[in-house]
């Protein structure tokens, strides 16, 4: 379906008419029916491809990636490929990129250790090696790691989440995989994470399920009371950085207390689908483009079978999909790098003026009146939040340039304020 709106993008782009016509054809809503499986809550659609017999599951009940090989040849050829982007293929060390970070998370896991993300191929073993997982660390640190984890939630029930993730890290060994987007059946489109379908509220009807099935894990989230994994928000319209701190402030939650200035801090997690589909949406969400559509595209296979491409890479780095985004887009590469050189210069700036004051309010913290230490503390969580919500956004601000800058405007106008009140 959305392959004949692109086509028509392509074509037509000066006919806005058509164009309309053409989006409307292809709405979110078209695509979106109700599985009639036993997972009723899923929301599922119908790809190009027929059925075929469904191979034998594992104990978890998941049908592996291999195991689809033969049915499916070309996704899982390029489903492989992503095993490419490894951790040891050049990744970005956090804390020396933004060296401010050694103070700003300092007191918490993310101080030990944050390295840019690998691929799916690689989810199980960056958990397992990651420096921030300690013997108090529950399994709901599993949730979007492994489809075996997801199966075993939606069978037995959210006690799952508050088992030591020691005592099942070991029983998992499918990265994430088919299951994590169909089910065990891949043609269809299938979500089923259930927390986040309950966080999505209306916009399981208003968001496409190409983007739905990605906003699963890749959103912000958090563990709430019961240590199930939970999202700060109902709908589209609760998916901003400041409607997400108001909600964490009315439920007075924090991930750790900064040792220097005591102010109670929040991580931020990686908002790709919020700072796409989130508030007022990206341009491009709002002509209709989701995830699939910039991240895989479709491929010609030698025998004539088209099929979409599993590889998940950056569409800079996909031949086909640029072909189809430059009848609007000149040069996109230089384009994106303009983004993102924009929002992460501002970035590295900005982390200097946050370390500032985190080192001014540490060294005033005992000699401030109760209520200007409650706002200049408030001030630092505040102001941390809005910066790492751009930082920990995978795009550096590419996904939506407009919201990354309004957010950093925030952060700004608040370090402003507490530097006032520090007389700094
Ligand atoms: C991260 C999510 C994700 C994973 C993992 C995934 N798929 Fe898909 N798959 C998709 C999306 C999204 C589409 C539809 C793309 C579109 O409509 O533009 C799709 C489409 C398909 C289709 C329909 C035909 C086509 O190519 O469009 C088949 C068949 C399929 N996938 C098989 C598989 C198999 C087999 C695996 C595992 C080896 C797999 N998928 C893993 C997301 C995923
Ligand atoms: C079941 C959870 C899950 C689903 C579903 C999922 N992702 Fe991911 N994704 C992850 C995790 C976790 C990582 C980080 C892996 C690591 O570093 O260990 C990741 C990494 C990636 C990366 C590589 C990041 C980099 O910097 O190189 C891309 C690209 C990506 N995902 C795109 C997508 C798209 C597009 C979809 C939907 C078609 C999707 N993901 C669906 C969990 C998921
Ligand atoms: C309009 C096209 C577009 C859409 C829609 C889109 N992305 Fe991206 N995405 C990009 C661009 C451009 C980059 C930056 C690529 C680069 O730096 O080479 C990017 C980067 C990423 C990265 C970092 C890894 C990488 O390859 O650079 C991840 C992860 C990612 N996107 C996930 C998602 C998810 C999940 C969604 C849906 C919620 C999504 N994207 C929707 C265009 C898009
Ligand atoms: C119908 C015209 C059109 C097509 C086709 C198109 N874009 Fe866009 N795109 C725009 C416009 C207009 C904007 C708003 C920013 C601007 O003016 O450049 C935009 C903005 C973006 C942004 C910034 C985030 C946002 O949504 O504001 C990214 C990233 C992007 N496009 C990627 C792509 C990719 C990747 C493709 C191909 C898959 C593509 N675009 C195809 C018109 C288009």
Not at 17 to 37: G, H, I, K, N, R
Not at 175 to 193: A, F, I, R, Y
Request: glycine share 4%; charged share 20%; proline share 5%.
């Amino acid at each position: 379906m959305l392959k004949s709106k692109k086509a028509v993008i392509i074509t037509s782009a000066a006919c806005t008419v058509c164009l309309v016509a053409a989006l409307a054809a292809c709405s979110p809503q078209a695509s979106t029916t109700t599985s009639d499986t036993d997972t009723p809550a899923s929301p599922s659609q119908t790809p190009t491809a027929e059925p075929v017999e469904t191979p034998e599951a594992d104990e978890f009940g998941v049908v592996v990636a291999d195991a689809w090989k033969d049915a499916y040849p070309h996704q899982y050829e390029t489903y492989k490929q992503n095993e490419e982007n490894s951790p040891e293929s050049g990744k970005a060390n956090y804390l020396e990129t933004y060296p401010a970070l050694n103070t700003m998370y300092k007191g918490y896991g993310f101080a030990k250790g944050y390295e840019e993300a690998a691929s799916h191929s690689y989810t199980l073993e960056s958990i397992k090696a990651t420096p921030r997982v300690n013997e108090k660390t529950l399994a709901n640190c599993i949730t979007c790691k492994t489809p075996q984890f997801t199966a075993k939630v939606n069978a037995e029930g959210d006690d799952v989440y508050t088992i030591p993730f020691a005592d099942m890290i070991d029983l998992f060994n499918e990265p994430v995989s088919c299951w994590n987007c169909h089910e065990n059946e891949p043609t269809q489109l299938v979500v089923p994470s259930k927390f986040y379908l309950t966080s999505l509220g209306s916009a399981t009807e208003t968001t496409p399920l190409e983007a739905q099935v990605c906003g699963q894990c890749h959103n912000e989230y958090y563990f709430n009371s019961e240590k199930v994994t939970s999202n700060p928000y109902v709908g589209t319209e609760e998916m901003t950085a400041e409607k997400m701190l108001a909600f964490y402030d009315d439920l007075e939650f924090s991930d750790w207390e900064h040792p220097d200035t005591g102010a109670p801090l929040l991580k931020a997690q990686h908002p790709e689908f919020e700072t796409i589909y989130g508030g007022k949406q990206s341009h491009m969400a709002s002509l209709g483009y989701s995830c699939a559509d910039c991240h895989m595209g479709t491929v010609v296979a030698d025998d004539g079978t088209t099929f979409s491409n599993h590889n998940l890479v950056s569409p800079l780095e996909n031949d086909a999909v640029l072909a189809e985004c430059s009848s609007c887009h000149k040069d996109l590469p230089s384009q994106v790098a303009q983004w993102q050189s924009e929002v992460t210069e501002r970035e590295q700036e900005i982390s200097l003026e946050i370390e500032r004051y985190i080192n001014e309010l540490a060294a005033q913290k005992d000699t401030l009146s109760a209520d200007d230490l409650a706002r200049a503390q408030q001030i630092h969580r505040h102001a941390q939040f809005y910066w790492d919500y751009v930082m920990v956004e995978n795009s550096e601000g590419a996904h939506n340039p407009d919201v990354a800058h309004e957010n950093l405007d925030k952060c700004e106008e608040l370090l402003e304020e507490g530097f006032g009140i520090l007389g700094a």
